[in-house]
């Protein structure tokens, strides 16, 4: 795929999709009206979906966004928000400009997918038909993952792992904290949203005790994994920045996470029982519930689909984009699903108007924050490759990177944000 | 590696400093260079691009001059200029892609 030209495929979306290894399917009568495609999910994915759909056939198709909040947090940078860099506010976005870019928004909550009959079924009970839908409802929380974790342990340990009241509650009390006290957080088992998401939280909670002068205060992370994202330009920068704060503990260390009792306040590993005064669960994650309901998910809870085109391999009429897929060798980021939706909005145009279709390519980086001024990068290109997504020319930050170049990198993140939340929500 | 992909006049000088004589500063954009393709593979570029100011990190890159952009990408295609974001994005683009990206950005509007 790599070496696919212009000219080949000029041929190939002359020819047809097949040439992209897509099944043909037959176009929407026209007798029926303009082609209809149905967005589930407002976040990264779907919201950058359905605006470029709308923006790109001019018209030619209907676009409806199915979103049940009137406003999206981002998850991406509220880290920054616990750290005390940016607001609440800044990190979240309005639906107007996707609205005025042509597509159709419904805040409602989409409450199952009838695959029979191409229709999404609205929580009120109605129906709104599709010739095409694309699925992007990010992740569910496996709260059992944890023993003794759940919903409602989550008010008194939050995980802060999907945008909003969450984050909001890890802040205050993170906040509330005094000199002395100690942060535990549980991290998460492969896959899960943001890999180094974790990491830099820890760091933004570090920065946060530091700034309050607490030199007593320790954080402990019980982490099922045995490494972890840019492992050593993060080590290396809380032992600059945070010296005798952060104890990181893989299972050969800590001897297994036993589980969480929101009751007493205790996590429990093999060797040790920590009472500590905050206490960060993020657990396993799965596919949104209507992904998994409708099936279009493995027993990974993640769903599978065409690396050419983000379709899905359960439902030819289905794209799933985001972190719900399983989008090979791409970690699950805002970057990421915006990069997918983009792949997938175009083979959905070609599908349904003719429009010319050309070969998959996406992109991602993630930037983390560890100190003010100070952070660190990595990423990739990917494409199709004998039906996975893979990398290639990756790279990530190293040792002893100078201080220019990390405060560059802030500054560059600071930027991606503005641009990458304007391609979203316009 | 020192520096995010700067604005335009320091990519130039940049560009010379790192002997670019040799990186194609004598290119020229293809005369049939597909705009639809571009139009198409700039949505790579929008993500970061899209909304930059004059004080960015990320430069405005609408309305550059065709052989300036082709000249910038094939630097970081050959690493002479230093972000690996841009590296590693441009390190798969053809002479035919950078062309068409070329010709697109060089009427293109910044996405209002």
Request: hydrophobic content about 40%; aromatic content about 8%; glycine content about 8%.
């Amino acid at each position: 795929m790599t070496n696919i030209t212009r000219r080949h495929f000029g041929i190939m979306a002359g020819a047809s999709l097949s040439a992209l290894g897509l099944p043909i399917l037959s176009a929407p009568s026209l007798a029926q009206g303009k082609p209809r495609v149905v967005v589930i999910g407002g976040g990264p994915g779907g919201a950058t979906a359905a605006r470029y759909i709308a923006k790109e056939s001019n018209g030619a198709i209907d676009v409806t966004l199915i979103e049940p909040l009137k406003t999206f947090t981002t998850c991406f940078f509220s880290n920054l928000y616990v750290g005390g860099f940016r607001d609440y506010k800044s990190l979240t976005h309005n639906y107007d400009k996707v609205r005025k870019g042509g597509v159709k928004v419904v805040h409602s909550m989409a409450a199952s997918i009838d695959r029979d009959k191409k229709q999404v079924v609205l929580a009120g009970g109605g129906r709104v038909p599709y010739d095409r839908l694309l699925v992007a409802p990010g992740i569910d929380i496996k709260f059992d993952s944890v023993p003794g974790y759940s919903e409602k342990a989550a008010e008194v340990m939050p995980h802060a792992w999907k945008p909003g009241a969450q984050t909001q509650l890890l802040v205050k009390k993170l906040n509330a904290l005094k000199d002395g006290d100690q942060i535990v957080m549980i991290a998460p088992p492969n896959p899960y949203r943001c890999p180094p998401g974790p990491y830099e939280r820890v760091s933004m909670f570090a920065h946060v005790l530091k700034k309050k002068g607490f030199k007593k205060s320790r954080i402990v992370i019980l982490d099922p994994k045995p490494a972890f994202s840019k492992q050593g330009v993060f080590t290396e920068g809380w032992e600059k920045h945070y010296p005798g704060m952060i104890e990181w503990q893989d299972p050969k260390i800590h001897g297994g996470i036993k589980g969480v009792d929101a009751k007493t306040g205790e996590v429990k590993t093999d060797f040790t029982n920590y009472k500590p005064a905050l206490v960060n669960v993020i657990p396993a994650q799965m596919a949104g519930k209507i992904a998994r309901d409708a099936g279009l998910a493995n027993q990974s809870g993640f769903c599978p689909i065409d690396a050419a085109s983000m379709k899905s391999t359960v439902d030819p009429n289905i794209f799933v984009v985001g972190d719900a897929s399983i989008a090979g060798e791409m970690p699950k980021s805002a970057f990421s699903a915006n990069s997918q939706a983009k792949v997938a909005a175009m083979v959905i145009r070609a599908e349904l108007t003719k429009s010319r279709a050309f070969p998959a390519r996406y992109s991602n980086t993630c930037w983390s924050l560890i100190a003010p001024d100070d952070n660190i990068k990595v990423g990739a290109s990917y494409e199709p490759v004998d039906g996975a997504i893979k990398a290639s020319n990756s790279f990530v930050s190293q040792r002893n990177e100078s201080a220019d170049l990390r405060k560059q990198n802030y500054k560059e993140s600071v930027d991606w944000y503005q641009g990458i939340t304007t391609d979203i929500f316009g | 590696m020192r520096r995010a992909m700067p604005a335009r006049r320091s990519a130039t000088r940049l560009l010379a400093m790192a002997g670019g004589m040799a990186l194609g500063l004598l290119a020229s954009p293809a005369r049939t260079a597909d705009v639809e393709y571009g139009k198409h593979l700039s949505a790579e570029c929008i993500t970061c691009h899209g909304a930059s100011k004059s004080d960015s990190t990320i430069p405005d890159i609408h309305g550059l001059g065709e052989a300036h952009f082709v000249e910038v990408l094939r630097a970081y295609r050959a690493k002479a200029l230093p972000n690996p974001v841009m590296q590693s994005i441009a390190v798969r683009l053809g002479d035919e892609e950078i062309s068409a990206l070329a010709a697109y950005y060089t009427t293109a509007k910044r996405p209002k």
